[in-house]
């Protein structure tokens, strides 16, 4: 967007950011955080896991403060939201498994709890299978309904489709490329996915208090959700179209 | 194990076939086009839940070949349970912490990767500097993970390096595919039952596992059903002496 409208957008856009930030609940379906990590302890206020128990999924508060990560790559995904959005509160909702059974099932009880639970953001740097879609679809028109913003990932490997949910219009799909700064963002209105982020080589929190570099739609997905965290810490009120539109305006 | 050996059990390849050169190629290919200095096929034991060095280019054959991999270990590992490729570095020490939030001031001193890096790295007295993970599907169900590993001091792989890793594991996919389809088609002609892969064991219901490989035994080979009942006496008679 360019023009006198975009460069107007942008001003007020500075003056949000620079406005005291309301607290905001980042839920990050993963594998599971390390809450331990010295990035992650403070800022980690609850954590859940998705069970599967006679095909039903249900979402088990676990004990705060401890590593229920089972892959690392929660962990990575999270430090990234946090260092990006100081007002966000991290909400760790593990949808897999060590042996990476029933994410569908449990991502979409995941979901259902993070919105339930008030959470506004919700990062998911993780695509279900097809099968899952009518259902996660369903799931994403009633977050979009309740004011929350879902940040996906676009699939990093091509198959057949690009990602669900990051398909879905009420959900901010995102790609990633190399850009300067965590903080950019590309719109490309003529792609299924909207955003682009950062997410080449990306510095990462690892369990057990070390740092790792990552790449991958994953890691600029939590870019985006920190930038929409910090959008609504501005404007609480702020509806999930109206933060997409934000979001074009401060693209690049 | 052996790497024809890991190839031929879990991916029914057999050696010096055009599908074991093929997938050579690919791997040879595929690290020469990323300058990785190093690059492996590990393939699924579905029975395990692990994954298995079963080809390396570049790398010392008598170390990996055989090494086991769990799903979700590392980066290999996280790329078998994600079905997505990963791009990364081993784990290193640094800190921002206090810092305000934007770009961090990076690493500052490099340790040996911890348990989250790459299990490569556990496998050789040097420690890979970058690391590309590819998993290989076959109708969404995952068969095995190609890798492509540097250790040149600073290297990255970038996303393009992925995209690529990607495309040749999908077509590695399609090798195993169509060689799993030669193998029912020679086995219908045969007038014997296709092999079946090895399911993953549910811990939760193993008389379930065990019944239903009864019954595929009753079907396909009712001569084996000797073997497996003298088997299973024997295991009982362990057991329960053991238990008694």
Request: hydrophobic share 45%; glycine share 10%; aromatic share 4%.
């Given at each position: 967007m360019a023009g006198p409208l975009a460069r107007a957008l942008r001003e007020r856009l500075e003056e949000l950011l620079v406005r005291p930030l309301a607290p905001i609940e980042v839920a990050v379906l993963d594998s599971g955080i390390d809450a331990t990590h010295p990035d992650l302890a403070p800022r980690v206020r609850a954590a859940f896991a998705a069970e599967i128990a006679d095909g039903r999924a249900s979402v088990v508060e676990r004990p705060r403060g401890c590593n229920h990560d089972v892959f690392g790559h929660g962990t990575a995904v999270a430090s990234i939201v946090a260092r990006q959005a100081p007002n966000a509160s991290i909400v760790d909702y593990r949808v897999l498994n060590a042996d990476n059974t029933g994410a569908g099932d449990a991502l979409v009880a995941s979901l259902d709890a993070a919105i339930d639970r008030g959470c506004r953001v919700v990062n998911m740097s993780l695509a279900a299978r097809r099968e899952f879609g009518p259902k996660l679809l369903h799931h994403c028109e009633r977050a979009y309904r309740r004011g929350v913003v879902i940040v996906a990932a676009k699939r990093n490997m091509p198959l057949a489709d690009l990602g669900f949910p990051a398909e879905y219009t009420a959900v901010i799909g995102v790609d990633r490329a190399t850009f300067p700064s965590l903080f950019a963002v590309r719109y490309q209105p003529e792609s299924v996915i909207e955003f682009v982020g950062h997410g080449d080589d990306v510095v990462v929190a690892a369990p057990g208090g070390g740092y790792t570099t990552k790449t991958g739609t994953s890691f600029a997905t939590p870019a985006i959700a920190g930038i929409v965290a910090l959008l609504l810490g501005a404007h609480?009120?702020?509806?999930?179209?109206?933060?997409?539109?934000?979001?074009?305006?401060?693209?690049? | 194990m052996t790497e024809l050996a890991a190839l031929e059990t879990f991916l029914a390849i057999s050696p010096k076939s055009n599908e074991e050169q093929v997938l050579r190629l690919l791997i040879e290919l595929g690290a020469q086009f990323v300058g990785a200095s190093e690059g492996s096929l590990l393939v699924l034991d579905p029975r395990a839940n692990e994954l298995v060095f079963a080809m390396t280019?570049?790398?010392?054959?008598?170390?990996l070949v055989g090494q086991r991999v769990p799903i979700g270990a590392g980066l290999t590992g996280l790329a078998a349970a994600t079905h997505e490729v990963q791009i990364g570095a081993p784990t290193f020490r640094g800190a921002w912490q206090g810092e305000p939030?934007?770009?961090?001031?990076?690493?500052?001193?490099?340790?040996?990767?911890?348990?989250a890096g790459d299990a490569r790295a556990k496998l050789d007295a040097r420690a890979p500097e970058a690391v590309i993970a590819a998993p290989m599907l076959v109708d969404d169900a995952l068969v095995g993970v190609i890798t492509a590993v540097t250790f040149e001091p600073g290297r990255r792989f970038t996303g393009a390096h992925g995209e690529l890793y990607a495309r040749i594991a999908a077509v590695a996919g399609v090798?195993?595919?169509?060689?799993?389809?030669?193998?029912?088609?020679?086995?219908?002609?045969?007038?014997?039952?296709?092999?079946?892969r090895p399911a993953r064991i549910d811990e939760d219901a193993p008389e379930r596992v065990i019944a239903d490989c009864?019954?595929?035994?009753?079907?396909?080979?009712?001569?084996?059903?000797?073997?497996?009942?003298?088997?299973?006496?024997?295991?009982?008679?362990?057991?329960?002496?053991?238990?008694?």
């Amino acid at each position: 967007m360019a023009g006198p409208l975009a460069r107007a957008l942008r001003e007020r856009l500075e003056e949000l950011l620079v406005r005291p930030l309301a607290p905001i609940e980042v839920a990050v379906l993963d594998s599971g955080i390390d809450a331990t990590h010295p990035d992650l302890a403070p800022r980690v206020r609850a954590a859940f896991a998705a069970e599967i128990a006679d095909g039903r999924a249900s979402v088990v508060e676990r004990p705060r403060g401890c590593n229920h990560d089972v892959f690392g790559h929660g962990t990575a995904v999270a430090s990234i939201v946090a260092r990006q959005a100081p007002n966000a509160s991290i909400v760790d909702y593990r949808v897999l498994n060590a042996d990476n059974t029933g994410a569908g099932d449990a991502l979409v009880a995941s979901l259902d709890a993070a919105i339930d639970r008030g959470c506004r953001v919700v990062n998911m740097s993780l695509a279900a299978r097809r099968e899952f879609g009518p259902k996660l679809l369903h799931h994403c028109e009633r977050a979009y309904r309740r004011g929350v913003v879902i940040v996906a990932a676009k699939r990093n490997m091509p198959l057949a489709d690009l990602g669900f949910p990051a398909e879905y219009t009420a959900v901010i799909g995102v790609d990633r490329a190399t850009f300067p700064s965590l903080f950019a963002v590309r719109y490309q209105p003529e792609s299924v996915i909207e955003f682009v982020g950062h997410g080449d080589d990306v510095v990462v929190a690892a369990p057990g208090g070390g740092y790792t570099t990552k790449t991958g739609t994953s890691f600029a997905t939590p870019a985006i959700a920190g930038i929409v965290a910090l959008l609504l810490g501005a404007h609480p009120e702020l509806r999930p179209f109206e933060v997409k539109s934000l979001l074009k305006a401060l693209a690049s | 194990m052996t790497e024809l050996a890991a190839l031929e059990t879990f991916l029914a390849i057999s050696p010096k076939s055009n599908e074991e050169q093929v997938l050579r190629l690919l791997i040879e290919l595929g690290a020469q086009f990323v300058g990785a200095s190093e690059g492996s096929l590990l393939v699924l034991d579905p029975r395990a839940n692990e994954l298995v060095f079963a080809m390396t280019v570049g790398g010392d054959e008598r170390v990996l070949v055989g090494q086991r991999v769990p799903i979700g270990a590392g980066l290999t590992g996280l790329a078998a349970a994600t079905h997505e490729v990963q791009i990364g570095a081993p784990t290193f020490r640094g800190a921002w912490q206090g810092e305000p939030p934007g770009e961090p001031a990076g690493p500052t001193e490099p340790a040996a990767p911890a348990a989250a890096g790459d299990a490569r790295a556990k496998l050789d007295a040097r420690a890979p500097e970058a690391v590309i993970a590819a998993p290989m599907l076959v109708d969404d169900a995952l068969v095995g993970v190609i890798t492509a590993v540097t250790f040149e001091p600073g290297r990255r792989f970038t996303g393009a390096h992925g995209e690529l890793y990607a495309r040749i594991a999908a077509v590695a996919g399609v090798v195993v595919e169509q060689q799993r389809k030669l193998e029912a088609v020679g086995a219908m002609s045969a007038g014997r039952p296709p092999v079946e892969r090895p399911a993953r064991i549910d811990e939760d219901a193993p008389e379930r596992v065990i019944a239903d490989c009864v019954a595929r035994l009753s079907r396909g080979a009712p001569h084996a059903l000797a073997h497996v009942a003298r088997l299973l006496l024997e295991i009982e008679a362990l057991s329960l002496g053991a238990a008694g």
